[in-house]
């Protein structure tokens, strides 16, 4: 990942964390992710800890698993997989910021004996090789500029039989329409997120690096109420966050951000992109 790519991603979750804290965490975690409704769950906070749950069982999570969280903003999957599992958890991201709060974060939950934090590339780590069995990736593998090199270092780093999950957005098809890239790019683009690519460019990638049982389900109907949610807070906020943009209280990352907040749900009801989740194997 190049520099300057490396520093949007920063200057992005250190610009928006109090956007995060106040409209988006639940009250028992500090989840960055969208959540997962199903007959089981009926509120924003069940919803961000179920998505947890539905990963680590297509992810095959059990205990003994050591598990690297890769791109783990603020500790939140990684302090509730230790949680719910007798498994040793590695959590890095690019974010300083993150990597504090989610050492505070797995304090406070008392794992902190089982859960360390870092910051690293997740395409690029100074983990041995063969060292975890379950690779966790969490709506974050899309900042990869080039998402064969996430891969890469994943096969590396997964012991034989070791199991790679990931929740996050893919694109329908490559290239869209003109004005359906421009869309897509409207969204991405405040999110510090360079491209997302398809179900079918992921599988070549992972089969390229050596990845066998790739699964692939697209979950947008259990994510959908979240992502309008998201969308709808966005749009009442709009002129009110503009307003404190034209004061200096928010600057032109915050305010990307909230543009990319009503153009992700957009671009969704415009058949540009699906939240899935993949699940792999080393073989």
């Known amino acids: 990942m190049d520099r300057e790519y490396r520093k949007s991603i920063v200057n992005y ?13 639940g009250k028992k975690n500090r989840s960055v992710h969208f959540g997962y409704y199903d007959q089981e769950v009926k509120t924003h906070d069940e919803a961000l800890l179920n998505l947890n749950k539905v990963l680590a069982q297509k992810g095959e999570v059990k205990d003994g698993d050591i598990i690297l969280d890769a791109g783990c903003g603020q500790g ?19 974010v300083p910021h993150q990597v504090k709060k989610a050492k505070k974060n797995a304090l406070k939950n008392g794992v902190a004996h089982r859960v360390t934090f870092s910051e690293q ?22 900042h990869a500029s080039e ?32 004005e359906g890239e421009k ?28 990845f066998v049982e790739f699964k692939a389900e697209d979950v947008t109907q259990f994510t959908k109420p979240s992502l309008r949610h998201l969308h709808s807070m966005s749009s009442k906020l709009w002129k009110f966050g503009t307003f404190l943009k034209k004061i200096g209280l928010r600057n032109n990352i915050n305010h990307g951000n909230h543009y990319s907040s009503i153009k ?9 992109w699906f939240y899935g989740i993949l699940s792999l194997k080393k073989s």
């Open 147 to 178: 998402k064969v090199n996430f891969y890469k270092e994943a096969f590396r780093l997964l012991k034989p039989g070791g199991r790679l999950v990931c929740a996050d957005y893919f694109r329908t098809e490559r290239p869209l329409a003109p």
């Open 183 to 210: 869309l897509l790019h409207a969204w991405l683009n405040g999110w510090s997120i360079h491209d997302i690519d398809t179900i079918q460019e992921h599988q070549s990638h992972a089969q390229e690096c050596g």
């Open 121 to 142: 590339d997740y395409t690029l780590t100074d983990f041995e090789d063969e060292s975890f069995s379950v690779i966790w990736a969490c709506e974050s593998m899309c």
């Open 13 to 25: 979750y250190d610009a928006t964390q109090l956007d995060y804290r106040i409209l988006w965490f």
């Open 264 to 272: 992700q749900y957009e671009a969704l009801e415009n058949n540009l």
């Open 76 to 94: 939140g999957s990684s302090v509730w997989l230790a949680e719910n599992y007798d498994v040793q958890v590695s959590g890095i991201t690019l």
